[in-house]
T-cell receptor, first 112, second 116 residues
Framework: GENVEQHPSTLSVQEGDSAVIKCTYS??????FPWYKQELGKRPQLIID?????GEKKDQRIAVTLNKTAKHFSLHITETQPEDSAVYFC???????????FGSGTRLQVQP | DGGITQSPKYLFRKEGQNVTLSCEQN?????MYWYRQDPGQGLRLIYY???????QKGDIAEGYSVSREKKESFPLTVTSAQKNPTAFYLC???????????????FGQGTRLTVV
């Protein structure tokens, strides 16, 4: 089955700096890669996703990059704000065939 | 809020007892999932169902059981065979089988189960 590894487990940045979270996956057949944000005591919510037919996707301050050859993908948050503080999860799946496999999460803390 | 509801929010169970967690969705999604969340371990898949009356084991199904008799409902039973049941349980749903099967998964608010 799929195995997703996520690094770092914790990340502390100053407000306004950039944050990068990296994930690797094991199954080359995986083709869907979402990122979820979970604030304390709340449910995970999708913030951005990418499919294997593109290498990069942006949404305002958030971007995701995918390297299929190396089987890794990354989340980039620019101009971080205190409200970005949360736990972020990456995930991978084969659309139509398998449920999401999640990474272990990254706790991001943005210092004001 | 979000169309997927879990109940109860907090649940306490005595050792040796079975307990059932409720998950209901009104999003008309075919696929539903149960995940377990432990500190530092992310979300691990317990069971999932792509369609009514069908479900498959996930990575950590031992000690759990599910049913999918209705499209909108996917209850999870934590049995006495589950050795370490204290955890946060999340239910999710997505559109369903086919090309759009794994587009956005919507999560419920979760149930925190504690064995006392």
């Amino acid at each position: 089955g799929e195995n997703v590894e996520q690094h770092p487990s914790t990340l502390s940045v100053q407000e306004g700096d950039s944050a990068v979270i990296k994930c690797t996956y094991s199954d080359s057949a995986s083709n869907y890669f979402p990122w979820y944000k979970q604030e304390l005591g709340k449910r995970p919510q999708l913030i951005i996703d990418i499919r294997s037919n593109v290498g990069e996707k942006k949404d305002q301050r958030i971007a995701v990059t995918l390297n299929k050859t190396a089987k890794h993908f990354s989340l980039h948050i620019t101009e971080t704000q205190p409200e970005d503080s949360a736990v972020y999860f990456c995930a991978a799946s084969i659309e139509g065939r398998r449920a999401l496999t999640f990474g272990s999460g990254t706790r991001l803390q943005v210092q004001p | 809020d979000g169309g997927i509801t879990q109940s109860p929010k907090y649940l306490f169970r005595k050792e040796g007892q079975n307990v059932t967690l409720s998950c209901e969705q009104n999003l008309n999604h075919d696929a539903m999932y149960w995940y377990r969340q432990d500190p530092g371990q992310g979300l691990r898949l317990i069971y999932y169902s792509q369609i009514v009356n069908d479900f498959q084991k996930g990575d950590i199904a031992e000690g759990y059981s599910v049913s999918r008799e209705k499209k909108e409902s996917f209850p999870l039973t934590v049995t006495s065979a589950q050795k370490n049941p204290t955890a946060f349980y999340l239910c999710a749903s997505s559109i369903g089988a086919g090309q759009a099967a794994n587009t956005e998964a919507f999560f419920g608010q979760g149930t925190r189960l504690t064995v006392v």
